[in-house]
């Protein structure tokens, strides 16, 4: 499937917010919860979002994922992971959740990743 460049930005995107909410989740879950086998509820159509909670390495796909759509941006220019930790810092995520309809990253179920399904 071949990508425009407005869906490889908005697939980035998406991928971005997924990234951060999985990350942060599971960061809150192993402080809090260490141990103790807690299933959040997320209102998200496919499932998706659930399914990569399950996973162990969801940060990382999705990592790869997203440097996989830099690259196609950048002419197969790779990010380091240094440059992966700035891209993500300098995200607005602010206005990132507003141009997705989203008040905070709790509303990551909104997010259609129908795109994202097909390229797997």
């Given at each position: ?18 990234h ?9 879950k ?20 659930s ?29 380091t ?24 990253s ?5 997010l ?9």
């Amino acid at each position: 499937m071949k990508l425009t460049p407005k869906e490889v930005d908005e697939l980035q995107e998406k991928l971005l917010i997924v990234h951060r909410f999985i990350s942060q989740e599971k960061k809150f879950k192993s402080f809090y919860y260490q141990g103790i086998d807690v299933k959040k509820s997320i209102n998200d159509d496919q499932g998706m979002i659930s399914k990569l909670m399950e996973l162990d390495d969801a940060e990382e796909l999705l990592k790869n994922c997203i440097m996989e759509l830099e690259d196609m941006k950048r002419d197969g220019q790779s990010f380091t992971p240094a440059e992966f930790h700035e891209f993500l810092i300098d995200q607005d995520w602010q206005l990132l959740y507003k141009k997705y309809g989203m008040k905070t990253s709790e509303d990551v179920g909104k997010l259609d990743l129908e795109m994202f399904l097909e390229l797997l």
